[in-house]
């Protein structure tokens, strides 16, 4: 960060941003790889954050923050949830690294963290500042980061999933025009479990929020499937009529 | 509070607590009077929040702080949100009470929000510490608070109702034999709209979660309703088949 603003940081608050990431197949996260090349152990790897300034508000800080390590922005981050509990940063491995970016590595912060879910491939993010490299991970197989952030992380999760049963979200990680199969998979992989075809299918058509093209799959293997492209009016007419029941 | 915990203050971050209470009729939440005999201003009134302790977490410094100002105590508090924007303390008629109970009214403050429902005839707030009144107000009969404790009221509500689309909340509330009416009003006071009563009674019926007793009410001038209880062993299969659409 630069030299003029040591000054301006605010030492006892933190933003930490969970960026998951769709592939077409699974849900993946953003992290940073601190110790590249060393042998594979989870606490190494950690979320894009650092502290914030003080003349600034805490969803400005997270877009500066994210920019700053990963070169991503106009993101939409939503805020996830506030973590302070007093053993955070006292890890062995977590306390070297602290050290060594921060000037008061011993001083207690409380992070709040924001999350977003992109299209992977829309994205290329650029490791800058602290972050020397950075690695999508598939989240089914994270099971422990550095500080809190498997804390941070299962937390964000949990809201990003609890938001897909009051809103459909998700449409615009999809191509315009998409089959029914894709969309599936969309949800499965944001919930993390199966979820019936038919039961799917049924409650997609019952709301009318995709559309069925004249138009086909071309030169696949399989029988080709039909191309929908989402509802744009019909959702918009939903959301304005307080519907929110859109879970399965 | 205690003299001797000055020096363990953490002025950079507060907790806000936003109580919400049922009456049978209304939601309505618990503020802070803080001019009590003065002419009505919603700008008078604020949450029950304070700075926490260095050496207490999030969870702990809401909770503390809720008792101290307001005797309430064994409540489960779930965070809301952080509120962060920089001009969230600079309004001329916060600025003379910041003046008059913090050390450090300059220091720019973050605040964690807590939310919790109650039923009101079962907690008796007693103000103490800075709190010299504590008042129930219909939410609905809101139109601002001091500080942005409006915006962070606003965002406990959604939260709340968001909430109770996922899992079903607030049967604690009711006696434990209650008519589908007050069920349904339940629903409709968090909800703050009105909900189709065919719909609704036919939802609980699919859901299985109220079990009807062979019990009426008695001396009503209307005609009597049956009683209900809550069907917990079906709630908690539900729960574990990861059933989570519970919104109407």
Same mark, same amino acid.
């Given at each position: 960060?630069p030299?003029?603003?040591?000054?301006?940081?605010?030492?006892?608050?933190?933003?930490?941003?969970?960026?998951?990431?769709?592939?077409?197949?699974?849900?993946?996260i953003?992290?940073?790889?601190?110790?590249?090349?060393?042998?594979?152990?989870?606490?190494?790897?950690?979320?894009?954050?650092?502290?914030?300034y003080?003349?600034?508000?805490?969803?400005?800080?997270?877009?500066?923050?994210?920019?700053?390590?990963?070169?991503?922005?106009?993101?939409?981050?939503?805020?996830?949830?506030?973590?302070?509990?007093?053993?955070?940063?006292? @890890? &062995?491995? /977590?306390?070297?690294?602290?050290?060594?970016?921060?000037?008061?590595? *011993? +001083?207690? =912060?409380?992070?709040?963290?924001?999350?977003?879910?992109?299209?992977?491939n829309?994205?290329?993010?650029?490791?800058?500042?602290?972050?020397?490299?950075?690695?999508?991970?598939?989240?089914?197989?994270?099971?422990?980061?550095?500080?809190?952030?498997?804390?941070?992380?299962n937390?964000?999760?949990?809201?990003?999933?609890?938001?897909?049963?009051?809103?459909?979200?998700g449409?615009?990680?999809?191509?315009?025009?998409?089959?029914?199969?894709?969309?599936?998979?969309?949800?499965?992989?944001?919930?993390? @479990? &199966?979820? /019936?075809?038919?039961?799917?299918?049924?409650?997609?058509a019952?709301? *009318? +929020?995709? =559309?069925?093209?004249?138009?086909?799959?071309?030169?696949?293997?399989?029988?080709?499937?039909?191309?929908?492209?989402?509802?744009?009016?019909?959702?918009?007419?939903?959301?304005?009529?307080?519907?929110?029941?859109?879970?399965?």
């Open positions: 960060m030299a003029n603003n040591q000054n301006n940081l605010n030492n006892g608050i933190s933003v930490d941003c969970v960026i998951f990431g769709f592939d077409f197949e699974k849900l993946q953003l992290l940073i790889e601190r110790e590249p090349g060393k042998k594979d152990n989870p606490l190494d790897y950690a979320l894009p954050g650092d502290l914030i003080n003349d600034e508000n805490l969803d400005q800080a997270a877009n500066r923050v994210l920019k700053e390590l990963t070169g991503l922005e106009n993101i939409y981050l939503e805020q996830s949830a506030a973590f302070g509990s007093l053993d955070r940063t006292q @890890r &062995e491995s /977590d306390r070297a690294w602290l050290e060594s970016v921060r000037d008061q590595p *011993d +001083l207690r =912060v409380i992070t709040i963290s924001y999350y977003s879910l992109v299209n992977i829309a994205f290329d993010p650029k490791p800058s500042s602290f972050a020397s490299k950075l690695v999508w991970k598939p989240v089914a197989e994270i099971e422990d980061l550095a500080f809190d952030h498997f804390d941070i992380l937390q964000a999760l949990d809201n990003l999933r609890n938001r897909l049963k009051i809103r459909p979200i449409f615009n990680l999809l191509p315009e025009k998409f089959t029914l199969s894709q969309l599936h998979k969309l949800y499965e992989a944001i919930l993390g @479990r &199966e979820l /019936d075809k038919r039961n799917f299918r049924r409650k997609m019952k709301l *009318d +929020l995709v =559309v069925r093209l004249d138009e086909k799959q071309q030169g696949v293997p399989h029988k080709p499937s039909n191309f929908y492209k989402f509802n744009t009016e019909n959702y918009q007419k939903l959301i304005e009529e307080g519907y929110d029941n859109f879970g399965f």
